[in-house]
C-alpha cells in the first residue's frame, strides 16, 4: 500500500525551512527518501532503518518514528538547488521491494 | 558503465504495437527494479529481479507486460498491444545486494507515448 505524503506541494523562499511528512497504515522496516528534478531520474538522500535513527545531509535530515510509521524530511535554510519532487519510500520488510508514495513538489524562489 | 543506463530514451507507438524497453543496470548490481511513473505521480512498482530470478511481478498490470533478465545483467520490459493508459515514464533501478534495504540507483527512464 502506498505511503501518504504532506504537503502535496510548497513553495519557499531561499533560506526558508521546510518540513515533508509521509506516513504510512503498515509497520515500516525502512524509510527512503528521495528527490527527483522535472525529466531526471530520483536521486538518494537517505534510508532510515527501524530504529528510529534521525540522519543528516548538510542541511537535509530526516526521522523515522516506527511505532508511528511516520518519517519526516527537514530542509534547513533552503537553496534554489532544492526545488524538485521530494517521494518517500517504504519497506515492510528487509530486502523488499520500495513502495513509493505520490510525491511533495518543493519550489525554492529568490 | 558507471551508471544505469536505459534505452530508448524515448519512444513512440501507434496503439496495438509491441515494445522493449532496456536497462543496463551498474556492473555487478545484484538487483534490478522496474517502475512506471505517469505523468506528476511517483513510481510504482512493476517488478523485481535478483540476478535472472524474477522474485515479485506483482506489479505488472497486465498480462501485456512482461520483463525479463535472462543472464542475471540487462533486462528487458516488453509491453505487447501498447495502449493509451501504457504513456509512462519507464524507470529502471538497481541495487547492489538482493533486495533494497540501501540505495536504489535509477535510470534516466524510458518515456513511451501511446498514439
Known amino acids: 500500500q502506498q505511503p501518504v505524503q504532506s504537503p502535496q506541494a510548497v513553495i519557499l523562499r531561499e533560506g526558508e525551512d521546510a518540513v515533508i511528512n509521509c506516513s504510512s497504515s503498515?509497520?515500516?522496516?525502512?524509510v527512503h527518501w528521495y528527490r527527483q528534478k522535472h525529466g531526471e531520474a530520483p536521486v538518494f538522500l537517505m534510508i532510515?532503518?527501524?530504529?528510529?535513527e534521525q540522519k543528516g545531509h548538510d542541511k537535509i535530515s530526516a526521522s523515522f518514528n516506527e511505532k508511528k510509521q511516520q518519517s519526516s524530511l527537514y530542509l534547513t535554510a533552503s537553496q534554489l538547488s532544492y526545488s524538485g519532487t521530494y517521494f518517500c519510500?517504504?519497506?515492510?520488510?528487509?530486502?523488499?521491494?520500495?513502495?513509493f508514495g505520490p510525491g511533495t513538489s518543493l519550489s525554492v524562489i529568490p | 558503465g558507471a551508471g544505469v543506463s536505459q534505452s530508448p530514451r524515448y519512444k513512440v507507438a501507434k496503439r496495438g504495437q509491441d515494445v522493449a524497453l532496456r536497462c543496463d543496470p551498474i556492473?555487478?548490481?545484484?538487483?534490478l527494479f522496474w517502475y512506471q511513473q505517469a505523468l506528476g505521480q511517483g513510481p510504482e512498482f512493476l517488478t523485481y529481479?535478483?540476478?535472472?530470478?524474477?522474485?515479485?511481478k506483482s506489479g505488472l498490470p497486465s498480462d501485456r507486460f512482461f520483463a525479463e533478465r535472462p543472464e542475471g545483467s540487462v533486462s528487458t520490459l516488453k509491453i505487447q498491444r501498447t495502449q493509451q493508459e501504457d504513456s509512462a515514464v519507464y524507470l529502471c533501478?538497481?541495487?547492489?545486494?538482493?533486495?533494497?534495504?540501501?540505495?536504489?540507483?535509477f535510470g534516466e527512464g524510458s518515456r513511451l507515448t501511446v498514439l
Open positions: 533501478a538497481s541495487t547492489r545486494a538482493g533486495g533494497v534495504t540501501g540505495e536504489l540507483f
Open positions: 503498515k509497520a515500516l522496516y525502512s
Open positions: 532510515l532503518l527501524k530504529g528510529g
Open positions: 519510500g517504504t519497506e515492510t520488510t528487509s530486502y523488499d521491494k520500495v513502495i
Open positions: 556492473s555487478g548490481h545484484v538487483s
Open positions: 529481479f535478483q540476478n535472472e530470478a524474477q522474485l515479485d
